[in-house]
C-alpha cells in the first residue's frame, strides 16, 4: 500500500494513538503527552510515516484545529461569559497584553524589527487551550479556582485571535501582497492594510447578524424534518460556508469554524449539535497533538539544541511568571496560582495557524516559523511534565500545605470520622453531621475553598487526600470511618487502593457521581457506596405521588422498597462485564422491580397502616413465631 495513501495515513495515526496513550496513561503521564509521544514516532524524525516533508502534518494539525474550535465556539454561552466576565476580561486581558508587550520587548533587544516582535509577542502570548482543558479535566482540577481562572483566560485568548489575525495584515510589508501565493484569488487581494482590515472586521459582523436572524430559523426548518442526518449535514454545511467565507477574506478557515461555533452556541440546538459532535471530540484532539508532536523539526533542534531550549526555557519563565503575578493581584490562593501559572505557561495551538498566516503575509521567514514551532511543540509537550514538577515538588513545599496541615495542636486532634472533599455533596454530610455533634476531620484540595470554610468555623485541611502522609496526618490510624467524597473519580478510586493498602481498620462510605461510577466502586472492593442523585430522584418521585393523592406513608414505604432492591440490582450488575448480557439483566431486574412494588401496594391495609418500615415489622413478628 502507496504509505502516502489516504488509508495507509489513518492506519497509522490511529495504531499509533492505541499504542502510546495507554502507556502514557499507565505511567501516569497522561494522554495527551501520548498522543505526542505518537507523533514522534511516527512523524519525520523516527519512523517517517506521515509527513515526511513536513507539509501533510499541518494539513492535519489544520484539520484538528479546525473542529477543536468548533466544538469550543460552541460551548460559549452568554451566561456562562456573564459570569466570568471579571476574569475573562481582567485576568485574560492583561496576560494577553503584558505578556505579549514583554515578549515583544526581548524579540526586539534580540535585534527583531519593531512589526515582527509584536507579533511574535501576540502569538506567543496564547495558551493550549485543548492541552490545558484535558489536563485539568483527568485532574478533576476544572471546578477549582485554578480551574476556573485557567478557563476564563483561555476563553480571552480564543476570542483575543479574531482581533489579532485582523492586526496582521497591517503589520505586513507594504510590498507583500503581490509575492503571496494566491492572494490574488480572494477578496483582500492587492487592497490595502486598512481596507483588508475594514473588510474583515465586515465579514465577521456580517456572520454575527446572520447568525442571529437567519440560521436559528434555518435550523428550525430542517430540525422540523425530524432527520438527525440531515440536521447534522446542515450544520457542517454551515460550518464550511462560514470557514469559505473566512478563507476569502484571508483569514484562517480554523477562525471560521470557531466563528461558526459561537453562532451556533446561541441557537436552541446547541446541545442537540453537541451530542452528535461529542464522540468525535476526543480523536479530533488526539489527531491533533500526534500532528504537534510529528511536527517538530528535530533536525533543527540537532543543529541548535542549545538555541531552541533556550527559547523554550525563556518563554516558559517569562509566561509563568507573568502568570503567577496576576494571579497574586487577583488574589487567587498560592496553591491555586501556582497550577494556573504552570498550566498556561506553554504556547498554544493557535500558534500554527498564526505563524502559518504570518508567514503567508510575509511578516516572518521561513526559517524564524521553522525555529517558533519546534519551540511552540517543545512548550506543549513539556506541560504534563511541569504539571507534575509541580504537583509532587513544589507544590508541597511552597503551597499552603505545610502552612495549615503542619501545626501539632491541630495534628494532634483525632476525630472518628474524616471527609474527603468538601465540595457540594461533602458539604452536606460535614454539616448534617456537625448538626448533630459528631466531631469530624476535613480534608479539601481546592485551598481557596479551605480558607472561606475555616473563617465559617470548619476545622478543614489542604492537601490531596489520597495520599498516605496527609491521610495519616489527619489521624486515619486511629479513625473509626472515613467518608470520600472528592470529585474527580480516578481520584476516588487511588484514595480507596491507599485505605485499603495502608488503612484497613477504615470503614469507608464512597460518593458515586452515577451507576457507572457506582460499579467502579463496587468491583474496588467498597460495600457502601452512596449515587450522588439517588436519593433525591426518589424524594422528587415521593413528593409527585403525594401531590397525586398518595398517602405520605404509603409513598415513602413505597420508595424504601425501591430503592433497597435497586441498591441489590446494582451489585448483581456491577459483576456483569459483557455489554449484551449486562443489557439483559437489566431489563430483567428493572421488570422484576416494577412487579416487586406493585404488589407492595396490594398489601393488605392492616399492614400498611402498621408503620413506616414494614421490613422491620416483619421480622419482628416471625422472630416472635
Known amino acids: ?33 501520548g498522543y505526542l509521544m505518537a507523533g514522534i514516532v511516527i ?33 460559549l454561552e452568554p451566561e456562562l461569559l456573564w459570569k466570568l466576565r471579571k476574569s475573562i476580561v481582567g485576568l485574560g486581558g492583561l496576560q494577553v497584553i503584558l505578556t505579549a508587550m514583554i515578549i515583544a520587548g526581548i524579540a526586539m533587544l534580540f535585534g527583531l524589527e519593531g512589526k515582527p516582535s509584536l507579533a511574535l509577542g501576540m502569538i506567543l502570548s496564547l495558551s493550549s487551550t485543548a492541552i490545558v482543558m484535558q489536563t485539568l479535566t483527568e485532574k478533576g482540577l476544572m471546578k477549582s479556582v485554578s480551574g476556573q481562572s485557567s478557563f476564563a483566560v483561555l476563553l480571552f485568548q480564543d476570542i483575543a485571535v479574531i482581533p489579532m489575525l485582523a492586526i496582521f495584515p497591517l503589520l505586513a510589508p507594504s510590498d507583500n501582497t503581490a509575492t503571496q501565493p494566491g492572494a490574488d484569488h480572494t477578496w ?50 454551515l460550518i464550511v460556508g462560514i470557514a469559505v467565507l473566512m478563507t476569502q477574506v484571508g483569514l484562517s478557515p480554523a477562525l471560521g469554524t470557531f466563528m461558526a461555533g459561537v453562532v451556533l452556541a446561541n441557537s436552541e440546538y446547541r446541545h442537540e449539535l453537541e451530542s452528535d459532535i461529542e464522540p468525535f471530540k476526543g480523536l479530533l484532539l488526539g489527531l491533533f497533538f500526534i500532528a504537534v508532536g510529528a511536527s517538530i523539526d528535530f533536525n533543527l533542534i540537532l543543529l541548535q539544541p ?54 503567508e503575509e510575509g511578516i516572518f521567514e521561513q526559517q524564524t516559523v521553522s525555529l517558533m514551532i519546534a519551540v511552540v511543540a517543545i512548550s506543549m509537550a513539556l506541560t504534563p511534565f511541569l504539571m507534575m514538577i509541580n504537583e509532587r515538588w513544589i507544590l508541597p513545599r511552597i503551597g499552603t500545605l505545610q502552612k495549615e496541615v503542619k501545626p501539632s495542636d491541630e495534628i494532634d486532634e483525632k476525630n472518628p470520622v474524616i471527609v474527603a472533599g468538601f465540595g457540594h455533596f461533602g458539604n452536606i454530610v460535614g454539616r448534617f453531621l456537625r448538626a448533630n455533634n459528631i466531631k469530624a476531620t476535613y480534608l479539601d484540595i481546592d485551598s481557596d475553598r479551605v480558607d472561606v470554610l475555616r473563617r465559617l468555623g470548619f476545622k478543614v485541611f489542604y492537601g490531596d487526600a489520597s495520599r498516605y502522609d496527609l491521610l495519616h496526618a489527619a489521624g486515619a490510624s486511629q479513625a473509626k470511618m472515613i467518608i470520600i467524597a472528592i470529585d474527580s473519580a480516578e481520584k476516588r478510586l487511588e484514595m480507596i487502593e491507599t485505605v485499603k493498602k495502608h488503612f484497613p481498620n477504615l470503614h469507608m462510605f464512597v460518593r458515586a457521581s452515577n451507576r457507572y461510577d457506582a460499579y467502579d466502586l463496587m468491583n474496588a472492593g467498597v460495600l457502601r457506596v452512596y449515587r450522588e442523585t439517588v436519593d433525591t430522584a426518589i424524594r422528587m418521585g415521593v413528593d409527585v405521588m403525594t401531590l397525586l393523592g398518595k398517602r405520605a406513608y404509603t409513598a415513602n414505604r413505597l420508595a424504601r422498597t425501591f430503592l433497597k432492591h435497586d441498591e441489590a440490582n446494582l451489585k448483581k450488575l456491577a459483576a456483569i462485564r459483557d455489554p449484551d448480557e449486562y443489557i439483559l439483566a437489566a431489563k430483567n431486574y428493572i421488570e422484576e422491580l416494577e412487579l416487586i412494588v406493585q404488589a407492595d401496594t396490594k398489601e393488605p391495609a392492616l399492614e400498611r397502616d402498621a408503620g413506616w418500615d414494614v421490613e422491620s415489622l416483619r421480622e419482628e413478628i416471625n422472630a416472635k413465631n
Open 1 to 33: 500500500m502507496d504509505q502516502h495513501s489516504f488509508l495507509f495515513q489513518a492506519l497509522v495515526y490511529l495504531a499509533s494513538a492505541v499504542l502510546f496513550v495507554p502507556i502514557a496513561k499507565k505511567l501516569g503521564l497522561g494522554s495527551v503527552l
Open 43 to 75: 512523524g519525520p524524525a523516527v519512523m517517517g510515516f506521515v509527513g515526511k516533508e513536513g507539509q501533510d502534518i499541518m494539513h492535519f494539525a489544520e484539520f484538528g484545529v479546525v473542529m477543536m474550535l468548533f466544538l469550543i465556539g460552541l460551548e
Open 188 to 237: 483582500v487581494g492587492g487592497q490595502p492594510g486598512w481596507i483588508q482590515t475594514i473588510i474583515v472586521l465586515g465579514t465577521i459582523i456580517l456572520i454575527i447578524v446572520a447568525g442571529r436572524f437567519l440560521i436559528k430559523p434555518l435550523l428550525r426548518i430542517v430540525a422540523a424534518t425530524r432527520m438527525r442526518e440531515v440536521f447534522t449535514a446542515t450544520a457542517l454545511l
Open 306 to 359: 542549545g538555541l531552541v531550549f533556550s527559547l523554550v526555557l525563556l518563554l516558559i519563565v517569562v509566561k509563568g511568571l507573568v502568570l503567577f503575578l496576576l494571579g497574586t493581584f487577583f488574589k487567587i490562593g498560592k496553591d491555586q496560582n501556582l497550577i494556573f501559572s504552570f498550566a498556561l505557561s506553554q504556547v498554544g495551538e493557535f500558534a500554527f495557524v498564526l505563524f502559518s498566516f504570518s508567514l
